[in-house]
Antibody
Framework: EVRLLESGGGLVRPGGSLRLSCAAS????????MHWVRQAPGKGLEWVSM????????YYADSVQGRFTISRDNAKSTLYLQMNSLRAEDTAVYYC????????????WGQGTMVTVSS | DIQMTQSPSSLSASVGDRVTITCQAS??????LNWYQQKPGKAPKLLIF???NLQTGVPSRFSGSGSGTDFTFTISSLQPEDIATYYC?????????FGGGTKVEI
């Protein structure tokens, strides 16, 4: 079964850091573009970042540019999101998602991991 | 950024009703438009890609149409399991952006 499983969420103080992981299984991870999408409590969906299969290309939303870093380890079929200088407005469920092609539709989603930034 | 405006923000319908949701882009996006369903506490699920193509395994009562700036998502006969929030999403231009969502209730 094609699956994405996020981990690493939790409670962190403003200004702190957290690294999210997303373990992929049952598809060719190394050739798949991958994304992080977040959803603040009671709010809509917000695209955060994307990385190409080869890690040669990556993009960020302006709201996280310079604070978040997306990366991947194709040998481990795992996607990462390093989040630094966290703010209260980063509080959200973070989903990893597989791209159907390259910058197209998110056809596979993980179950999400909650990140709470609070003092 | 391309703004995606969905309407209505919520609707109430009966089982068997035809339900229509619209999504308007702030600039032309050809057919680079997807639709997702999100049930409470769950991850979103891709229903329609490239404006009108049904994702594998999605029931045929779901459909999409449109191009340019105006798009429509339709449930031909609403079922109890369709209670969810629906989102459109454009991929014409970075950043990828979503509509605000339409909550469908019975």
């Amino acid at each position: 079964e094609v699956r994405l499983l996020e981990s690493g969420g939790g409670l962190v103080r403003p200004g702190g850091s957290l690294r999210l992981s997303c373990a992929a299984s049952a598809f060719t991870f190394s050739t798949s573009a991958m994304h992080w999408v977040r959803q603040a409590p009671g709010k809509g969906l917000e695209w955060v970042s994307m990385i190409s299969g080869s890690s040669g290309s990556f993009y960020y939303a302006d709201s996280v540019q310079g604070r978040f870093t997306i990366s991947r380890d194709n040998a481990k079929s795992t996607l990462y999101l390093q989040m630094n200088s966290l703010r209260a407005e980063d509080t959200a469920v973070y989903y990893c998602a597989k791209d159907r092609d390259v910058l197209s539709a998110f056809d596979i989603w993980g179950q999400g991991t909650m990140v709470t930034v609070s003092s | 950024d391309i703004q995606m405006t969905q309407s209505p923000s919520s609707l109430s319908a009966s089982v068997g009703d035809r339900v229509t949701i619209t999504c308007q882009a702030s600039q032309g996006i050809i057919n680079y438009l997807n639709w997702y369903q999100q049930k409470p506490g769950k991850a979103p699920k891709l229903l329609i890609f490239d404006a009108s193509n049904l994702q594998t395994g999605v029931p045929s009562r779901f459909s999409g149409s449109g191009s340019g700036t105006d798009f429509t998502f339709t449930i031909s006969s609403l079922q109890p399991e369709d209670i969810a929030t629906y989102y459109c999403q454009q991929y014409d231009t970075l950043p990828l952006t979503f509509g605000g969502g339409t909550k469908v209730e019975i």
